[in-house]
């Protein structure tokens, strides 16, 4: 009896009190710059789940306010990552994360992506400390993806 009472209880624990799959990630002063991109890049990798385009509003969480100023609102946004300059960050099947640059303000990272397509291509992503208000004071936050480099198929 006591075992049945237990396994419920973990389960109540497990299904009502943890965090949401579906919660946005929102930024935090802890959350280094290369989590940042790691955030942003595993939530494009699975764009449509658990909803659809969760991963572009996940992204687009992490835009560095003038960013979304820029590029909003979130609908503006969304069409801009399904057009061909970035629809391959979308359901993408991997990527990789290299280092260029750190410093206390600024990082930026060299991004290759393996689309669904199996073809390669590489970005420019720069994170920045903001310095501000709205809660994000401290945050690293995205202020520039430039445009894909084609760097060819995977077969």
Known sequence: MKTKFFIKL???????LKPSMAEIIKPKSSIDPSQVVKIQLA?????DFPNKDRGIEQTWEFAHPNNQKITGPIERFKYMMKSDSYSMLL???SHEIKEVYLSKEVATYEVT????EKKYYKFKWQVEK???ENGLNDCWLTTAVS??????SSI
Do not use: E, R, T
């Not at 973990?10 to 009502?16: M, P």
């Not at 992506?113 to 669904?116: G, N, P």
């Not at 445009?147 to 060819?152: A, D, F, K, L, R």
């Open 10 to 16: 973990i389960f109540f624990l497990i299904i009502f």
């Open 43 to 47: 939530a494009l990798m699975k764009n």
């Open 91 to 93: 359901n993408h099947s």
């Open 113 to 116: 992506v393996l689309d669904k």
């Open 130 to 132: 903001y310095k501000g």
């Open 147 to 152: 445009q894909p480099i084609s760097m060819g």
